[in-house]
């Protein structure tokens, strides 16, 4: 859990409730990604903070310490296998991939214009990123495939009814992939 305005991470006992563990003087933390091993966390900031969009936070959970800071954005998304941390480079259109192992960047994918949300198959293999502004149709879902070690964007699904699209989700079964926008002069509804 977070709380932002207090800057704090929190680490919750779910049988009692009770807070046993935390991380404090966190700038505005945000969204909460946690390895597949249970061994970190990685927390982005909230689109709040001042200086938004510029670090993602490397927690250690079992010694509640900030083991790194990987400067970069708005969302992350960790993979299946837990190997790879996905994070929407909103401010530099790309799609940056993090060998979730050693915490550095390992490639970065050119996406749409701002994106957002990102959904992770359930193989890991397909990635589904949110863009809130495409040049030539105003928002898509940017397909990224990976092969092996390498990822490409096989596609971009657009429609006239994509208006800012800034949330996206994939089932589990990977039939469906959901996205939801902001209207048209861009403020929420």
Same mark, same amino acid.
């Given at each position: 859990?977070?709380?932002?305005?207090?800057?704090?991470?929190?680490?919750?006992?779910?049988?009692?409730?009770?807070?046993?563990?935390?991380?404090?003087?966190?700038?505005?933390?945000?969204?909460?990604? %946690? +390895?597949?091993?249970?061994?970190?966390?990685? $927390?982005?900031? *909230? &689109? @709040?903070?001042?200086? #938004? /969009?510029?670090?993602?936070?490397?927690?250690?959970?079992?010694?509640?310490?900030?083991?790194?800071?990987?400067?970069?954005?708005?969302?992350?998304?960790?993979?299946?296998?837990?190997?790879?941390?996905?994070?929407?480079?909103?401010?530099?259109?790309?799609?940056?991939?993090?060998?979730?192992?050693?915490?550095?960047?390992?490639?970065? %994918? +050119?996406?749409?214009?701002?994106?957002?949300? $990102?959904?992770? *198959? &359930? @193989?890991?293999?397909? #990635? /589904?990123?949110?863009?809130?502004?495409?040049?030539?149709?105003?928002?898509?879902?940017?397909?990224?495939?990976?092969?092996?070690?390498?990822?490409?964007?096989?596609?971009?699904?657009?429609?006239?009814?994509?208006?800012?699209?800034?949330?996206?989700?994939?089932?589990?079964?990977?039939?469906?992939?959901?996205?939801?926008?902001?209207? %048209?002069?861009?403020?929420?509804?």
């Amino acid at each position: 859990s977070t709380i932002i305005s207090a800057g704090k991470f929190l680490k919750i006992r779910k049988s009692d409730n009770q807070i046993i563990g935390e991380v404090n003087g966190l700038e505005k933390p945000g969204m909460i990604q %946690i +390895n597949s091993t249970g061994t970190k966390a990685y $927390i982005s900031r *909230s &689109s @709040t903070a001042s200086s #938004i /969009y510029n670090t993602i936070y490397v927690i250690h959970l079992t010694t509640m310490s900030i083991t790194k800071e990987i400067s970069l954005p708005m969302e992350s998304m960790i993979s299946p296998d837990g190997n790879f941390l996905y994070v929407s480079g909103m401010g530099v259109d790309k799609v940056i991939v993090v060998d979730a192992i050693s915490d550095s960047i390992f490639t970065e %994918i +050119n996406v749409s214009e701002m994106p957002m949300h $990102i959904a992770v *198959s &359930s @193989t890991g293999n397909r #990635i /589904y990123v949110s863009t809130m502004m495409h040049s030539a149709t105003g928002s898509s879902v940017d397909v990224i495939e990976k092969s092996g070690t390498s990822w490409n964007r096989i596609a971009q699904i657009t429609d006239h009814r994509f208006n800012m699209l800034h949330g996206c989700d994939i089932t589990k079964d990977d039939k469906y992939v959901y996205v939801s926008s902001r209207n %048209i002069d861009g403020m929420y509804q």
